[in-house]
């Protein structure tokens, strides 16, 4: 089994401009098994079906141990590298980041994404977010060697009504900042424009990592944008709970 450390380095080198890591977001053990088994090199947790499946909402709505609890059930069945979505970083101060980060790793993850809005609709001051993921990055480097830091960036939602411009501009100034503090890959859920996303992957230097819908475009399409990692949320297990629903009803309809 690898270590802890050599899942890390795995995980990293997974991240190329143009020949993404494709991530099908998982929520329990079961679902770890499964992607891992249809041929994953990687996996990634999604805070919201991981919420949805233990009866809490989204948006820090599940109790931290409880994440955890989840969490560490996955990576106890699967030697697959695993980032763990964490939100918020599930703390008021830097301190309290930094320790969740090190909670996280020690629950067996190799990555942690850290987001930089309140809601999705407003952004944290750009310095109090890069004072959390500096924090953060010495959290990971303490608990993991090569422990990735994906830093989440909600600008395209938060500055819906701005021009693209504009909208650029601050995701440039946040990406050059953001890697400054340690981060390693830069995730912009928000965006489902290709053109858009080719027009960041050209213009920040961290690797990007976005979010494609489960009957999104092409995988070829996002690398071709110079994307380096794809993830995808909450759609494969609304995915999964649709078969269920179609397969209940049959059988309650006969």
């Keep these: 089994m690898p270590t802890q450390a050599e899942k890390a380095a795995l995980f990293a080198s997974l991240h190329v401009r143009g020949d993404p890591v494709i991530l099908v977001n998982i929520w329990d053990a079961g679902s770890a098994q499964t992607v891992a088994e249809a041929g994953a090199k ?35 069945a699967t030697d697959l590298p695993v980032s763990h979505d964490t939100e918020r970083g599930y703390g008021e101060t830097p301190d309290a980041v930094a320790e969740t980060c090190r909670r996280v790793i020690g629950a067996g993850a190799i990555g942690v994404n850290i987001e930089d809005s309140l809601s999705g609709a407003v952004l944290r001051d750009a310095d109090e977010q890069l004072a959390r993921l500096a924090k953060a990055r010495l959290a990971l480097d303490e608990a993991c060697a090569g422990a990735w830091l994906n830093a989440r960036c909600d600008v395209f939602n938060a500055m819906k009504d701005a021009s693209l411009d504009d909208q650029l501009g601050e995701l440039k100034l946040r990406a050059e900042a953001y890697e400054a503090a340690g981060a390693d890959s830069l995730f912009m859920p928000f965006v ?43 759609s494969p297990r609304s995915a999964v709970m649709a078969a269920l629903n179609a397969v209940a009803s049959d059988l309650y309809a006969s």
């Design 42 to 76: 990687a996996l990634a947790t999604g805070s919201h079906p991981i919420a949805d499946s233990i009866g809490h909402e989204d948006g820090e709505g599940a109790p931290l141990a409880d994440m955890l609890w989840v969490l560490e059930r996955i990576t106890k």
């Design 192 to 234: 489902r424009d290709l053109e858009t996303i080719q027009k960041v992957c050209a213009s920040v230097p961290l690797p990007v990592n976005v979010m494609r819908p489960v009957d999104g475009a092409p995988i070829a399409d996002y690398a071709a944008a110079g994307v380096a990692r794809v993830s995808h949320g909450g």
